[in-house]
């Protein structure tokens, strides 16, 4: 299956949403998409991100992953942006659960949801 991805804003919000639909099978891919996303939350001054990854299927290294958390972190990527994952189960995921305890060891300001209403609670209130 070929990976694809689409972006929309939400200026009433201040969010972009991206959708990734497909497969990933390399790292690289998702690095991507998430530099996009941030480049366009900068350049629109908005305050969050929502990466719809629930028709994605994941399927590379986790230590390249974990390589690609370190940039993020050492390179401050987000400033004050934070991003919403919204992945498919995420309990019983072990990549994206592998993901969530990553990011909140590295103080990312990321978080993996299971639904959008949760998701956007937390970009927009800081609510969980």
Do not use: C
Not at 29 to 46: F, S, T
Not at 82 to 110: C, D, M, W, Y
């Amino acid at each position: 299956m070929v990976f694809t991805q689409q972006h929309r804003l939400d200026l009433v919000n201040r969010l972009v949403i991206f959708e990734a639909v497909g497969h990933v099978d390399h790292v690289d891919k998702m690095e991507v998409v998430i530099k996009k996303a941030i480049n366009l939350a900068h350049i629109h001054n908005l305050k969050g991100i929502l990466l719809d990854l629930t028709g994605l299927k994941v399927t590379y290294d986790n230590v390249l992953m974990i390589d690609a958390f370190v940039r993020m972190r050492d390179e401050d990527w987000f400033g004050i942006l934070r991003l919403a994952r919204l992945v498919p189960n995420a309990a019983h995921s072990h990549t994206h659960g592998l993901i969530a305890e990553i990011t909140q060891k590295f103080n990312l300001p990321i978080k993996t949801f299971d639904t959008k209403s949760k998701a956007i609670a937390w970009l927009l209130y800081d609510y969980e």
